[in-house]
């Protein structure tokens, strides 16, 4: 069943009134859509904008139709980077729904702070289609060539799974708002939706993989182009031309192809407690593609994944993640163009 516009507006001045009651904002809310802030003397009424996804274009086009004069706030359950910039050069306040608030009344009042997330059961649309693998491995599929829409049959045969699976997802992903109408990615905002997902179980080992047992770890160092451990994260990131000083004796963190090689790889070559001690890290990646295609790099020792795999683990530092992102723009493969 299908929300209408009403409830729709209505949700998002719920999830605002929460959000402006959490900071201790004062307003006033004359109706179930209507809401009217008040910064000190003043009350200043609300124009609200709820959407699903918020991207760029679609920030833009909002802002080009508004009427300036007025207090414009946009809600949505995911509002891209991309889109976050526009807004705040309009003076549009937005809340995304994942926590955090962003408004701004006149020259003197602005309020930027992370608040409780308001997604939940039965509001959360935006986020159902990448929890399941086939929308995972689609987001994966058209990240790593944006300009071109992916071939389900292809990327069906890659991730293993059904071309209808694939083909559902697909749909999914494009009422939602995370894909345009043919299946290619929108911006920053599928990049970040892909993030969320991206949650591989890292394992720390107490020593690092070597060359006399490359065999027995199925390290398979020597070709590219068959599936084996593929350098992940920092060094990955390194090797692709991002700018991250590190020591010599940096651990190295590696994607591995099956749940048997990470067995393997932590009966042989141990696992520790103290992750600070860690010698290298393991862990499967969500999408077989990190490791099925590797690349061989100047002044690296490893093959290493795809720049966008490394750039997703990177993407999961909040801390150091948004500044690295920023100022790296990979150099290669042949297709990809920086979606971050």
Same mark, same amino acid.
């Given at each position: ?6 409830? *729709?507006? /209505? ?30 003397? =003043? ?70 702070? *992370? ?19 086939? =929308?995972?491995?689609?987001? /994966?599929? /058209?990240?790593? $060539? ?12 890659r991730a293993g799974l059904s071309h209808v699976a694939l083909s559902n997802a697909r749909a999914s992903l ?9 299946g290619r990615p929108l911006e920053s905002v599928t990049f970040d939706a892909l993030t969320e997902s991206w ?10 993989? *070597? ?8 390290? $398979? ?14 060094? =990955? ?15 190295? @963190?590696?994607?591995?192809?099956? $749940? ?35 690349y061989r790099m100047p002044d690296t020792e490893w093959l290493v994944t795809h720049p966008l795999y490394a ?5 999961? @530092?909040? /801390? ?14 042949? =297709? ?5």
């Amino acid at each position: 069943m299908r929300t209408t516009r009403h409830d *729709q507006d /209505a949700a998002a001045v719920d999830d605002l009134d929460a959000a402006l009651r959490e900071l201790g904002v004062p307003f006033d809310r004359p109706s179930d859509v209507d809401l009217v802030i008040r910064p000190g003397r =003043g009350r200043v009424p609300v124009a609200l904008h709820s959407v699903a996804v918020a991207s760029a274009s679609s920030v833009a086009g909002s802002i080009s139709d508004a009427t300036p004069s007025k207090l414009h706030v946009l809600v949505a359950d995911r509002i891209s980077r991309d889109a976050r910039a526009l807004l705040d050069a309009a003076g549009w306040g937005w809340l995304d729904r994942r926590g955090e608030l962003s408004l701004r009344v006149g020259d003197d009042y602005l309020i930027r702070s *992370q608040v409780t997330p308001r997604l939940g059961p039965g509001r959360d649309r935006a986020r159902g289609p990448i929890r399941s693998r086939a =929308g995972v491995a689609y987001l /994966a599929a /058209a990240l790593e $060539r944006p300009d071109e829409t992916p071939v389900l049959r292809e990327v069906a045969r890659r991730a293993g799974l059904s071309h209808v699976a694939l083909s559902n997802a697909r749909a999914s992903l494009i009422d939602t708002g995370l894909l345009d109408d043919d299946g290619r990615p929108l911006e920053s905002v599928t990049f970040d939706a892909l993030t969320e997902s991206w949650t591989p179980d890292v394992v720390p080992l107490a020593v690092a993989p *070597q060359p006399a047992a490359a065999e027995i770890l199925g390290l $398979r160092a020597d070709d590219p182009t068959a599936s084996g451990w593929a350098l992940t994260d920092t060094l =990955g990131a390194i090797a692709w031309g991002a700018h991250i000083t590190v020591t010599a004796d940096y651990p190295p @963190d590696f994607y591995v192809p099956t $749940r048997r090689d990470l067995d393997r790889a932590v009966h042989l070559l141990g696992r520790v407690d103290d992750f600070t001690e860690r010698a290298a890290t393991v862990a499967v990646a969500p999408v077989p593609f990190a490791t099925d295609c590797r690349y061989r790099m100047p002044d690296t020792e490893w093959l290493v994944t795809h720049p966008l795999y490394a750039a997703l683990v990177i993407a999961r @530092d909040r /801390a150091r993640g948004p500044e690295i992102l920023a100022a790296w723009t990979p150099f290669g493969p042949e =297709g990809f163009r920086r979606s971050w």
